[in-house]
């Protein structure tokens, strides 16, 4: 495990199922993964209202074409929010996906942006971080322009990344500070840093992990991180490149949080030291995990996906039992629950520490398995786009296996009947159970 000058080591077995432990405010919690302990394919409708369940399909005009694949969407207010990056634009729809209005401004003019690098969405304010015109365009509720805050003072001594998010009348972005501190892989000197631009006084502010002492010597290959931010009651959740440390933000402060540790599958340091090169090619990387994918921050839970192992199509097939092989129907339902996967997710009880390891998930309401794209405060949101196979020859929706639920079904069909080939994808959206 990497080690911090300021953070108090506290170890806390956890194996698959158990609960963090926390000593004292200053002692920061170890999350200890072990894959051997994995369930596998846990059923998500035990977390998962399974009386909610929305497929919204989004319209489709030629004001509104959403060419590439959705990866940022937000459900605020009973309005959808789409960031669509091939148009580089963002999309306002209603609850039942008719179009409404969509920001795109693109250009050099003051209220313009040259392109998008982040967009951050919280319950009053949109808001648009241009990295090439060094500068953030805010929003209303509505799409309406408010307001340009201009980066180009500290722009000779910082680089901005895509990263960024609101925080009351702060925004925090991360920056590679030009300093010899690490090469990456191109030779590139630089040190990452969180830095916190206070709106009203635009003043900068220097957050950790700034001072965290990380002995990496290469930022790209290992990265532990959150591709998408999720503001939560003024709290962000984030992982930084090449740290295994959940780090918390709030208007005021960015402190580690969890610790994670991969005990004997974690990337071994004189890997982390070696050249972006080198660790890829190293025997050593094929019985590693070399990283968080993805840190998904809900209202009760935090949740990290990651990958571990590598299964061959002939393998998949070899451990189909041999009493069902040579039936279809049990066959597929088979491969459906229980095919082997290298998707891993911990879910950790925001409230009460628990933790829960599973290899795979499956959500029998659906029949199906089941993989989280989007998480956005009490909900979970899934794209799916509409592609050639999944039409039938007479141009009707066939791509998707309906459940055995009454209900799920229903609101599919209705859904998928006003779909036509080509057309703007369509949102199924999930609701977290409340936790007591």
Known sequence: MKKTPFILIVLSILMG??????KSSQDVPYIHVDVNTAEKHMDMSEYLDTSFFKAIPLETTAECLVGAEINNVWYRNGRIYVWEEQTESVFMFDENGKFIDKIADKGEGPREYLNIKNVSISDSLISIFDSQGAKILYYDMDCNYISTHSLKDIRQSVYPVAQSFILGDKIYFGVFFRETFRTDKYGVPHKWASMDLDLNKESVKRF?????????????????????????????????????????????????????????????????????????????MENCIDGV????????YLILNFRYGDYSMKEILASIPDEIRNDYKKRADWLNRNRPTTQYYLFINKKTGETRLTNGLFFETLNRPFSIKIADGK???????????????????GGFSMPHNPRVEKILN????????????????????DVE
């Not at 199922?17 to 926390?22: A, F, P, R, S």
């Not at 402060?253 to 340091?269: C, H, M, N, R, S």
């Not at 994918?293 to 009760?300: A, K, P, R, S």
């Open 293 to 300: 994918e993805y840190l998904y921050d809900t209202n009760d």
């Open 17 to 22: 199922c158990g609960n963090i432990d926390k």
């Open 379 to 397: 909900y979970l949101i899934e794209p799916r786009n509409n592609h050639p196979y999944s039409f039938n020859e007479d141009g009707t929706h």
């Open 414 to 433: 209705e859904a998928y009947s006003t779909v036509k080939l080509d057309d703007n994808p369509v949102l199924f959206i999930y609701k977290f159970k």
């Open 208 to 284: 950790l992990p700034y001072d965290y002492d990380c002995p990496t010597e290469s930022e790209s290959h290992f990265s532990l991180q959150e591709k998408y931010y999720t503001v939560i009651n003024d709290t962000v959740r984030f992982m930084v490149s090449n740290l295994d440390t959940i780090f918390v933000a709030t208007r005021d402060t960015i402190v580690p949080e969890y610790v994670v540790d991969f005990g004997d599958k974690a990337v071994p340091l004189h890997l982390y030291k070696s050249t972006y090169h080198e660790a890829k090619e190293s025997i050593e």
